[in-house]
Nanobody, 125 residues
Framework: QVQLVESGGGLVQAGGSLRLSCAAS????????MGWFRQAPGKEREFVAA????????YYANSVKGRFTISRNNAKNTVYLGMNSLKPEDTAVYYC??????????????????WGQGTQVTVSS
């Protein structure tokens, strides 16, 4: 079992920044790839970013590339999502998740077997 708890969401103006954190406990955190997904009202959940456990390779959705940065600290069992130049369309509930996948594309929601409860990010225009 892996327990994931997100934090760091809030209300920010367009152009602002936030950093989300996801604290993990349970099974060996460092052996899992970690991802961030988001779900806006009335929309399906979508992939945002992922980071592998082995080399820290990162993957991003095109919509956030260049603005968001995913990172992890295995010693602290924490993964982060730094978000800059936020836009109103970034408004969503953000979820972190873990997956045992160790190759290929990390943007497939069904590959993730543990999820946090989500944290709300609201970007005002």
């Amino acid at each position: 079992q892996v327990q994931l708890v997100e934090s760091g969401g809030g209300l920010v103006q367009a152009g602002g920044s936030l950093r989300l954190s996801c604290a993990a406990s349970g099974r060996t955190f460092s052996r899992y790839a970690m991802g961030w997904f988001r779900q806006a009202p009335g929309k399906e959940r979508e992939f945002v970013a992922a980071i592998t456990w082995s080399y820290g390779n990162t993957y991003y959705a095109n919509s956030v590339k260049g603005r968001f940065t995913i990172s992890r600290n295995n010693a602290k069992n924490t993964v982060y999502l730094g978000m800059n130049s936020l836009k109103p369309e970034d408004t969503a509930v953000y979820y972190c998740a873990s997956t045992p996948r160790d190759s290929g594309w990390y943007g497939i929601e069904n590959d993730y077997n543990y999820w946090g409860q989500g944290t709300q990010v609201t970007v005002s225009s």
